[in-house]
C-alpha cells in the first residue's frame, strides 16, 4: 500500500488536480491521498494558505474582511467551475469560514488555526467529489475521521503515539481515500496545524499508522538536488538518500521535503520518495533508511542557510572548570533560547544559533553570561551563513574535507568556524553570510564537475 502526498502546486489548478487524479487512479496501491491548500500558479501568485492568513488579519484587526474572503472564495470557484463539479461546496465554504470568524472571533490562536487549515480542507473535499463524479468510489476524511489526534498547542501540532491504532484502520476503506494535510485535532476538539509546509508531516503520520510500504510525496521538481537549484544551474538529482543525510540537508535550507516529517517514518523504515507531479515517470529520489555508498559521489549533497548569530566566548583554562558550559546553556535555556552548533577549544566556547532566536533578548542573555560566568571575552557575530557538506561514505573514504577546504580557499572564502560530528556524516562551516552563494558554488564544482 502506498500514501501519497501532493504539494501545493500539484494542486493549485483544475488541470493539476486532474494530473494528480490521473497518476492516483492509474495505480491500485494508491489508496490514501494527502493534499495541500491550492499553492502558486506562478510565480507572483499567492498560497491559499497565506490568503487565509491576510484574512485572519484583517478579522482580528477589526477591518472589513469581505474583499478578502471573497479573492478566497474566487480561487476555489475557478476549480470547481472548471471541474464542472455540480455542488454546493462554494457555498459550504463561504458558511464554513464565516462560522469559524463567528465562533473564534476572540481566540485569535485558534482561529488562526481553522482559517489556515480552511485551503487544506476544502480542497481535499473538492478532489474527492470530482474523483467520485469521475466514478471512482472516492472518499474525503477529515483528520478527525482518520485518526490524527495531535496536541494543542495552536501552529505547532505534534501527533499523540495513540492516534496510530486508530489510522490503522483506514486501512480496511475500500474506497480511494482523499485527506487534507497540515492539520489535527485536539483532544478538546480544536483544530491545530502543523508549522508551515506540515501536509507533508499528515502524510508521514499517515504513512506509519497504516504501515504503508512507500510514502510518495509528490511535487514539482523530479527529486532532491545536490544543490540549491536557484545557485547551481541544472544541478544533479540524488537518486538515493538516507533519512540522516536528508535531516542535515534540510535543516540548512533544502525545503522540499519537512525535516519533521522524517520523524515518524525511522521507526518502520517506511522509504519515502520525491516525485514530480508533471513528470511522474521520472524515478525521483528515495528517502531510505541504508543504502550503498556510491564511491564517486562521496558527499551526497551541499546546503547552505544564512541568519545565524554566534556568540563567542573565551576563558583561560576553561577545560579545567567543571560546569563552566552547564551555566551558559542554563542561561540559554532560561530564556528559551535553542542552539545549533557548539564547537569549542580548551580556552574558548561558540554557540550558534539561528539569530531569530535572539530576537529581544540578546542584551539580557549576554548579561547574564557576563555576571554569571567569569569569562575573559564575550564577542557576538552576526550574519553567519551554515554550510552544510552531507554524506553517509565520507566517514569511510579519505580526503573530503580536504577537498572541501580547498575549493572554499581557492574561491577565497573566510571559514569562521569548522565542525564535524562523531557520526562523520556532516561537515559544518561557519561563514560570512556573503559568502554563501559562492560557497555553494565552489563545492559543488570541485564534489561533482
Ligand atoms: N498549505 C500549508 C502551507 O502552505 C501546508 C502545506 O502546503 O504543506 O504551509
Given at each position: 500500500m502506498k500514501v501519497s502526498k501532493f504539494g501545493g502546486s500539484s494542486v493549485a489548478t483544475a488541470a493539476q488536480i486532474k494530473k494528480v487524479l490521473n497518476i492516483v487512479n492509474s495505480d491500485e496501491d494508491r489508496r490514501i491521498i494527502i493534499v495541500s491548500a491550492p499553492g502558486k500558479r506562478h510565480a507572483e501568485d499567492t498560497k491559499a494558505t497565506d490568503l487565509l492568513i491576510r484574512l485572519y488579519e484583517k478579522v482580528i484587526n477589526g477591518l472589513d474582511y469581505q474583499s478578502k474572503k471573497q479573492e478566497i472564495l474566487e480561487r476555489f470557484s475557478d476549480i470547481i467551475d472548471e471541474l464542472e463539479l455540480k455542488t454546493d461546496l462554494l457555498q459550504q465554504i463561504d458558511s464554513t469560514l464565516e462560522q469559524h470568524i463567528k465562533t473564534l472571533a476572540d481566540q485569535p490562536a485558534r482561529l488562526l488555526d481553522a482559517l489556515k487549515s480552511s485551503g487544506e480542507n476544502f480542497n481535499a473535499q473538492i478532489i474527492a467529489a470530482y474523483n467520485n463524479e469521475q466514478g471512482v468510489p472516492t472518499i474525503y476524511l477529515s483528520p478527525k475521521d482518520a485518526g490524527i489526534i495531535v496536541t494543542d498547542e495552536p501552529e505547532n501540532a505534534q501527533i499523540l503515539p495513540s492516534s496510530y491504532d486508530k489510522i490503522k484502520e483506514i486501512r480496511n476503506i475500500p474506497e480511494k481515500i482523499i485527506i487534507p494535510g497540515f492539520f489535527g485535532y485536539s483532544e478538546t476538539n480544536h483544530i491545530v496545524t502543523f508549522p508551515r509546509g506540515g501536509s507533508d508531516i499528515t502524510g508521514a503520520i499517515v504513512a506509519r499508522g497504516v504501515q504503508a510500504d512507500l510514502y510518495e510525496n509528490f511535487t514539482d521538481v523530479s527529486g532532491i538536488f545536490r544543490a540549491n537549484p536557484t545557485v547551481i544551474h541544472s544541478p544533479e538529482i540524488i537518486s538515493e538518500i538516507t533519512y540522516r543525510e536528508m535531516r542535515e540537508l534540510s535543516y540548512a535550507g533544502f525545503g522540499v521535503f519537512h525535516d519533521e516529517a522524517l520523524q515518524p517514518l525511522y521507526r518502520y523504515r517506511i522509504p519515502?520518495?520525491?516525485?514530480?507531479?508533471?513528470?511522474?515517470d521520472d524515478p525521483g529520489t528515495y528517502i531510505v533508511h541504508d543504502r550503498e555508498i556510491n564511491r564517486r559521489r562521496v558527499v551526497t549533497g551541499i546546503s547552505c542557510d544564512k541568519?545565524?548569530?554566534?556568540?563567542?566566548?573565551?576563558?583561560?583554562?576553561?577545560?579545567?572548570?567543571?560546569?563552566?558550559?552547564?551555566?551558559?546553556?542554563?542561561?540559554?535555556?532560561?530564556?528559551?533560547?535553542?542552539?545549533?552548533h557548539m564547537p569549542s577549544g580548551i580556552d574558548n566556547i561558540s554557540i550558534i544559533m539561528r539569530t531569530s532566536q535572539l530576537a529581544g533578548k540578546e542584551e539580557k542573555v549576554l548579561n547574564a553570561i557576563r555576571s554569571q560566568c567569569e569569562i575573559d571575552?564575550?564577542?557576538?557575530?552576526?550574519?553567519?551563513?551554515?554550510?552544510?557538506?552531507?554524506?553517509?561514505?565520507?566517514?569511510?573514504?579519505?580526503?573530503?574535507?580536504n577537498k572541501i577546504t580547498t575549493a572554499l580557499a581557492d574561491a577565497n572564502i573566510n571559514l569562521k568556524m569548522i565542525n564535524q560530528g562523531s557520526s562523520e556524516i556532516s561537515m559544518m562551516f561557519g561563514i560570512s553570510n556573503k559568502d554563501a552563494e559562492e560557497a555553494v558554488k565552489a563545492c559543488y564544482q570541485n564534489c561533482y564537475q
Open positions: 519515502v520518495v520525491i516525485k514530480n507531479t508533471n513528470r511522474p541568519g545565524f548569530t554566534s556568540i563567542n566566548i573565551k576563558k583561560y583554562l576553561m577545560n579545567r572548570q567543571v560546569g563552566f558550559s552547564v551555566k551558559i546553556l542554563n542561561i540559554l535555556a532560561e530564556n528559551n533560547i535553542s542552539f545549533d571575552e564575550l564577542n557576538v557575530e552576526h550574519d553567519l551563513a551554515i554550510l552544510m557538506v552531507v554524506g553517509e561514505g565520507m566517514s569511510a573514504m579519505v580526503g573530503t574535507a
